[in-house]
């Protein structure tokens, strides 16, 4: 299933507003099909665990990118294939993880973003819920609920609100 998304390139949003450009500091590798999204910022954070976050994607995310910080564990991963179909399904736009996934070859023909620091084998934790809602703090920057990511193949930046028609 392809989805339409209109291109915006980073660099363009920072010569536009370089004193707002809240720039991630990480350097991501890119997994689903498409290297370019954006939308407002829905937030989990689970230290090696994703209990949970079924829940935050099941509430749907057209428009939206979840931000999700594992604090950039790479001992287990916070999503695997058959989570990364169900966030697709639910229209987001994309992920973007502080931390690892795992069955990357399952994330090539899911066209959104996925963003993650690395690839682990080892499945989470869920002994420990995590928790939605919350502003992260990683890379140098806040990723607070409702600001607005823009990503793309050079990196990932927020700004407090959208700017494109």
């Known amino acids: 299933m392809a989805r339409d998304a209109e291109i915006i390139r980073t660099a363009d949003i920072c010569d ?7 720039i991630c500091e990480l350097q991501f590798n890119d997994y ?6 954006h939308g407002h910022i829905v937030t989990f954070r689970g230290y090696e665990t994703n209990k949970g976050l079924r829940a935050v994607l099941q509430e749907g995310g057209a428009g939206k990118v979840l ?5 950039g564990s790479m ?4 999503c695997g294939g058959n989570i990364a179909a169900e966030a697709f ?5 994309g992920l973007v993880f502080n931390g ?5 070859h399952e994330f090539v023909d899911l066209d959104f973003g996925v ?6 084998a080892m499945p989470p934790s869920n002994e420990m819920p995590g928790v939605a809602g919350d502003t992260l703090n990683f890379g140098d920057i806040q990723f607070r609920p409702g600001d607005y990511l823009y990503a793309d193949r050079d990196c990932v930046i927020v700004l407090d609100e959208p700017d494109h028609d």
């Not at 931000?67 to 604090?71: A, E, L």
């Not at 001992?75 to 916070?78: G, N, W």
Request: without cysteine.
């Open 67 to 71: 931000v999700i910080d594992g604090r």
């Open 89 to 93: 399904e639910n229209g987001w736009e």
């Open 115 to 120: 963003k993650a620091v690395g690839t682990t």
């Open 16 to 22: 536009d507003h370089r004193g707002d450009a809240r």
């Open 32 to 37: 689903g099909a498409r290297h370019h999204f």
């Open 100 to 104: 690892a996934i795992r069955d990357s």
């Open 75 to 78: 001992r287990k991963a916070l």
